[in-house]
């Protein structure tokens, strides 16, 4: 399995033939060059959708309706694109799974925000969510943006992520140390890849904190557009 980074929440992962693209985020992405936008999105045959934010919609129905792939996303948003974008979605739930075939995608439960601007004020889609993809005989958690939580105490425990992508920036999601908080107590990660940093001024720069706060762990800061193998 190789999981790239596109900067800030968004990847390309490759597996099992497929190759998924998580809150790709291109336009505007200030740490995605432009000339790498269409490495990132080549051969791309799912898209996974978090939440509403901007910095992880703003490039998903213009993706999906160009490459013509499916949205995988929290049911009420798929539903409604389904009907009215013409695009194919693919509309679960918290504590549902997908198949994919070589993939098994779970919806799991965040705790952040799911909003977006509109001429009558912001408006609500979907609900925020992460995801446990199940593929090559490991487990890995994307959180998406989101606290620490209790729910992550029986996730860790009911799903045994191997690996676990964690936005931990601050300011909008858990921040380095939290990030640690979280992973010790409540996973037995044995890879951590942390996201949602070093795009914003405002948000961290480095992973220095959740490096020492995870001894016995492989951290492993992501570089753009660069794999990581697990």
Not at 5 to 12: D, K, Q, T, V
Not at 40 to 45: C, H, N, P
Not at 116 to 134: A, H, K, N, P
Not at 156 to 170: E, H, T
Request: with cysteine; proline share 5%.
């Amino acid at each position: 399995m190789k999981i790239i980074w596109l900067g800030h929440g968004s990847f390309r992962i490759e597996t099992g033939g497929l190759v998924l693209l998580v809150d790709p985020w291109l336009s505007g992405n200030p740490v995605l060059p432009e000339d790498q936008h269409e490495a990132a999105i080549a051969g791309a045959t799912h898209i996974l959708l978090t939440h509403v934010h901007f910095d992880h919609v703003v490039d998903v129905l213009p993706l999906a309706k160009r490459l013509k792939v499916p949205v995988i996303g929290q049911y009420d948003l798929m539903g409604l694109w389904g009907e009215t974008e013409g695009v194919d979605t693919t509309g679960f739930n918290k504590g549902g799974t997908v198949d994919l075939g070589s993939v098994q995608v779970a919806m799991v439960p965040a705790s952040h925000s799911s909003t977006f601007s509109t001429e009558d004020g912001l408006r609500t889609g979907g609900s925020e969510v992460g995801y446990m993809l199940i593929a090559e005989g490991k487990t890995v958690y994307l959180s998406g943006d989101t606290a620490i939580m209790a729910d992550m105490e029986w996730m860790g425990d009911y799903y045994k992520p191997d690996v676990g992508i964690l936005s931990a920036g601050g300011h909008f999601t858990m921040d380095m140390k939290q990030a640690a908080y979280a992973a010790k107590r409540y996973f037995n990660f044995k890879t951590v890849i942390p996201c949602h940093y070093k795009s914003f001024p405002v948000l961290a720069q480095d992973a220095k904190d959740l490096i020492e706060g995870l001894p016995g762990v492989e951290v492993i800061e992501p570089e753009v557009m660069k794999a990581i193998e697990v």
